[in-house]
């Protein structure tokens, strides 16, 4: 089953860069994939909690796809942490399911069928 997708705005972390924060789920999920927008010339380290599991030279336009996913626990975060807190702040979404998607329903993803 997939989750609504997840979106939200970066904000300052204590070290004074951007940051993004998903979690905190009261069910476990697998992260399908990440899209994210940030400042120009920025790179983005992937974090669960605190430890690191993937990174993007692209920081200001890109998106990851983990075809075997990355399983979210209930409770954790993934953290998403830019290198720079200038520019704008950024912004990301997560598309997140329980583990259980099929071929066919990836397929179907985004698809408007019209009766008739």
């Given at each position: 089953?997939w989750?609504?997708?997840?979106?939200e705005?970066?904000?300052?972390?204590?070290?004074?860069?951007?940051?993004?924060?998903?979690?905190?789920?009261?069910?476990?999920?697998?992260?399908?994939?990440?899209?994210?927008?940030?400042?120009?010339?920025?790179?983005?380290?992937?974090?669960?909690?605190?430890?690191?599991?993937?990174?993007?030279?692209?920081?200001?336009?890109?998106?990851?796809?983990?075809?075997?996913?990355?399983?979210?626990?209930?409770?954790?975060?993934?953290?998403?942490?830019?290198?720079?807190?200038?520019?704008?702040?950024?912004?990301?979404?997560?598309?997140?399911?329980?583990?259980?998607?099929?071929?066919?329903?990836?397929?179907?993803?985004?698809?408007?069928?019209?009766?008739?």
């Amino acid at each position: 089953m997939w989750f609504p997708i997840d979106t939200e705005t970066g904000t300052h972390n204590a070290q004074g860069v951007w940051e993004i924060d998903f979690g905190g789920y009261n069910t476990a999920r697998v992260v399908e994939w990440i899209s994210l927008v940030g400042p120009v010339s920025s790179t983005v380290n992937v974090y669960l909690d605190t430890i690191f599991i993937d990174t993007t030279a692209r920081g200001d336009f890109n998106r990851a796809d983990y075809y075997a996913g990355i399983p979210l626990a209930q409770g954790r975060q993934l953290r998403l942490v830019w290198n720079t807190g200038a520019g704008a702040a950024p912004t990301a979404s997560v598309g997140l399911t329980d583990g259980t998607v099929t071929v066919n329903q990836a397929a179907n993803i985004g698809q408007i069928t019209i009766p008739g």
